[in-house]
């Protein structure tokens, strides 16, 4: 049956995906394969697509911007966006489906499963792009922190700039009063290059993402150069709850020694006022949630 699907109800349906885990735990399969799925009605692709294909694009997806987990569980998001009300499975009565309420992955690929959005949403989107970089727009700022969210979108074919130009702005406070507490230098390396009085390429980075609730206090914030504040966001390092840098086994390549490596277990910059040091509580979710490391891993979906 073809609804009349307005723009707000249309958003609306997608709200709830837009929520995390009470405990903060980072969940972005659904959101990820959602902006996939944007992506290919942008392109004009075909409405559904088989769960084969799904799994290998958004495998790639998790890897490179989800948090690092042993394994990597396409079947949840892909069967349970139905739910949702946002997703259309149409071979759904022929899939197995676990006392958990999951599909078994066997079968989804088996049956050759396929899976997409439902028709009104599809067609909303597709006559509508505004709503469809809209929708992108929710998604990515919900579920990523700024200095991600391009490489977000470019990996899933959105033009970045469309989005951009719809997004609101943070707490203006937050920065200066992260970069005074350590005396506009980065906490990694103390960087610290003026140009006419100005710090430069400096920047305040949340523990705790923005996203995740973190909020926008000293004692979750770090000034980093822009080059420390990307290999934080990335997961590449993190903090010791004794404000140690704990650089990750997979930081690898030419460079990573002298910008990073040299650092592993050396202690942070801290600010004068020990109110003002990276709360423990923030720490541990970034070591938990961003950052990679083997040592660090917990199975979930
Ligand atoms: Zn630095």
Redesign the pocket.
């Known amino acids: 049956m073809m609804g009349c699907m307005t723009p707000e109800n249309l958003l609306s349906r997608f709200k709830k995906l837009q929520l995390w885990a009470s405990n903060g735990q980072r969940a972005p399969h659904k959101p990820l394969l959602i902006l996939w799925a944007i992506g290919r009605c942008l392109q004009g692709e075909e409405r559904f697509v088989s769960y084969q294909e799904a799994d290998r694009e958004l495998s790639k997806l998790l890897d490179r911007f989800g948090p690092h987990r042993k394994v990597v569980h396409t079947e949840a998001p892909f069967w349970r966006l139905q739910n949702d009300e946002v997703w259309e499975i149409p071979e759904r009565n022929r899939i197995t489906v676990g006392p958990g309420g999951n599909a078994h992955k066997s079968s989804l690929l088996q049956e050759d499963a396929h899976g997409g959005f439902p028709k009104d949403i599809q067609n909303a989107l597709q006559d509508n792009n505004e709503l469809a970089f809209q929708l992108a727009t929710d998604l990515v700022d919900a579920h990523f922190p700024l200095s991600m969210r391009d490489e977000v979108l470019q990996s899933v074919d959105i033009n970045s700039e469309y989005v951009n130009s719809r997004r609101k702005r943070r707490d203006p406070s937050f920065s200066p009063k992260v970069l005074r507490a350590y005396g506009s230098r ?1 906490a ?2 103390n ?1 610290s290059v003026r140009v006419n009085g100005k710090p430069v390429a400096l920047e305040a980075a949340h523990i705790k993402w923005h996203e995740a609730r973190g909020p926008d206090k000293v004692h979750n914030g770090l000034a ?2 822009v ?2 504040h990307r290999l934080f966001d990335k997961g590449a390092f993190t903090l010791s709850l004794d404000r140690e840098i704990i650089v990750s086994e997979y930081a690898e390549g030419k460079g990573s020694n002298l910008s990073l490596g040299r650092f592993d277990s050396k202690p942070i910059l801290l600010p004068a006022k020990p109110d003002d040091w990276p709360s423990l509580n923030f720490l541990k979710w970034h070591s938990r949630e961003v950052f990679i490391s083997s040592v660090n891993t917990i199975t979930s979906i």
Do not use: A, E, G
Request: hydrophobic residues 50%; neutral net charge; charged residues 0%.
């Open positions: 980065c990694v390396c960087f980093l150069c080059l420390h």
